[in-house]
Structures are given as C-alpha cells and as structure tokens.
C-alpha cells in the first residue's frame, strides 16, 4: 500500500494492528531461572543484570521462547536460548 498527500504539507497517519490470537502465558522469572541464579543476580543488585533477567522474562512464555529483543535479535541468539532450554533447566 503506498500513501501519498494531496498536497505538499504533511499528513498524520494512525495505525492500529489488532490480532485474534489467544495470548501468551508468560513465565515468571522463578520458572526460567535456578535458583542458584536468581540468589546471585539479587546479591548483585546490577542494574543490567536486572534490565538482561526482565528482558529475558519479556521473551519467555508457556508456549514459545522469542528472539526478538536486540540481545537476542540474531539466529545466533535465538539458538542459545533454545539450547539452554533444552539442555536443562540447571543451565538457566
């Protein structure tokens, strides 16, 4: 679809994109990761560590794990968490 202007001043265009699919179930970060990791990333009280386990969370659901942030944005990326996943949850 191209969208042209009438005229030569600027138009505002809304778009909404809607969808029918059920949602998806998140996973907390209690069923992602060890809790020999969790006890670490709160003893280190890092700001990043923090900002990489909530970002992990976003892309962590019931039915599907995502690749789609900007760590993770890379074949490379989306391979290792599936890796990890299926090595075990000791990796986690």
């Known amino acids: ?9 600027p138009i505002d265009l809304r778009v909404e994109i809607a969808t029918d699919a059920p949602p998806l179930h998140p ?3 209690e069923a992602i990761f060890n809790p020999a990791f969790r006890r670490f990333a709160d003893s280190a009280k890092s700001p990043r560590i923090e900002r990489e386990i909530r970002g992990f969370e976003l892309l962590s659901s ?19 968490l599936m890796t990890a996943a299926a090595d075990g949850p000791d990796l986690v």
Do not use: Q, S, V
């Open 1 to 9: 679809m191209t969208i042209r202007p009438l005229g030569a001043e």
């Open 27 to 29: 996973l907390a970060r």
């Open 62 to 80: 019931r039915e599907k794990l995502m690749a789609g942030l900007p760590n993770y944005a890379t074949y490379f990326g989306r391979d290792m």
